[in-house]
């Protein structure tokens, strides 16, 4: 196994994700098929990329003192403005020009959901697993941005305590398409992040209307931004800013969909399950897609240490956590076609019970998510 060096130069591919601001202001300026720049670049040319670069299976040390990641975390403690920028300076561009077609500007919000999701998010969730203050309220801010502030109890809480069993509902059943699955979480989040937050204030002899519950945070951030949208473009800056929300929000979930699908933890009875394990996750070593999700295919390793910095994740082989066929933005592609999808993955998940469940003979309550669900 190849060690990475951690080092100023090897940073530098992380920061490819700002190539996707001028290419944004570019489709504002210019309009037409320009606005269709940034899922080329986000999408397509990592693709691409992965095509190109192949693999990298190579672990830095991960005792690395937080001192020598300078140029990796400065790359997520930037994105809050960065993004702010791009979202609202667009909306008020846009709403005081007249030179877009209505198409044009609606593929340029979609284009910047891309950005706040394929980036914007996943970023958010690199800085909300740090235990200082400053890095957690850039997170927050990032996903008020796209009206996901919940986003931060129910992954914290709630995925990844009960990831690979029905009460985490981003764990994807097997047979489950991507379109059901979204509108499916899009439900279940809000409420499982509340109620997560209120089991932990009542074990602290609080009610969940006391003020340390997040959720009040979570909703004033959510609020000054919708009416900083209104401010500056009126009902339509209002449309904009939800409609790169609800991208931004698909593109996340698209993620979720993709790292769990069909991986369930044993159940060991009365609603017990095992502890999570590095094969709880699908994992992709893919060098360019993991230089715009900032290593987030590292998910197992990301599941065992969870606030372990994004450069420091380890790579898992096959002996030890399944492997996906190519990088998490071509599985994105194959997710949104659910009949495609099962034909990829099902068997692969078949493959996954086989090896590492090979005493499990019913699979019909794990897959349709019959089990006993953990407790809060």
């Known amino acids: 196994m190849n060690m990475a060096k951690i080092s100023t130069r090897n940073a530098v591919p ?55 990641l300078f140029w990796y975390r400065l790359v997520t403690l930037v994105w809050f403005p960065v993004q702010f920028v791009n979202i609202f300076g667009l909306i008020y561009f846009v709403t005081h020009t007249d030179h877009l077609s209505t198409l044009a500007t609606i ?74 699955y979204f509108f499916r979480v899009l439900r279940e989040c809000p409420r499982s992040a509340w109620d997560a937050e209120k089991a932990m204030l009542s074990r602290r ?6 003020p340390r519950n997040p959720h009040f945070r979570y909703w004033t951030l959510q609020l000054m931004m919708l009416i900083l949208a209104v401010l500056l473009g009126g009902t339509v800056g209002l449309f904009l800013f939800v409609w790169q929300a609800l991208v931004a ?23 017990k399950y095992e502890h999570v394990k590095p094969h709880h996750s699908w994992n992709a070593a893919h060098m360019a897609t993991n230089w715009l999700l900032i290593n987030l295919q ?41 009949s495609l999808w099962r034909r990829v993955m099902n ?3 078949r493959a996954w019970r086989a090896q590492y469940y090979p005493d499990i003979e019913d699979w019909d309550d794990y897959k349709n998510g019959r089990n006993p669900l953990p407790p809060l």
Request: a negative charge.
């Open 14 to 68: 992380f920061w490819l994700s700002l190539g996707i601001v001028p290419l944004l202001w570019i489709g504002a300026l210019k309009g037409g098929w320009w606005t269709v720049l940034v899922p080329l670049y986000a999408w397509h040319l990592f693709a691409a990329l992965d095509a190109l670069f192949g693999l990298n299976r190579d672990n830095p040390d991960p005792e690395t003192p937080d001192k020598e």
């Open 205 to 210: 002899g609080l009610t969940v209307w006391h």
């Open 107 to 180: 593929v340029l919000f979609f284009g910047l959901g891309v950005s706040s999701g394929s980036v914007g998010i996943v970023y958010a969730h690199e800085l909300l697993h740090q235990r200082n203050t400053t890095e957690r309220w850039l997170g927050d801010l990032l996903l008020s941005s796209v009206l996901y502030s919940h986003f931060r109890t129910e992954h914290l809480l709630v995925h990844h305590t009960h990831v690979g069993t029905r009460r985490d509902a981003v764990t994807a059943l097997y047979n489950e398409g991507f379109h059901h």
């Open 298 to 338: 590292r998910h197992s390793d990301h599941h065992y240490k969870p606030d372990r910095r994004f450069p420091l994740l380890q790579n898992y082989d096959e002996s030890d956590a399944p492997q996906l066929p190519y990088g998490y933005t071509v599985m994105g592609f194959i997710a949104v076609v659910p």
């Open 249 to 271: 929000v698909w593109q996340l979930e698209l993620t979720n969909y993709i790292e769990h699908y069909g991986l369930t933890r044993r159940h060991l009875g009365d609603g």
């Open 347 to 349: 068997r692969k998940v």
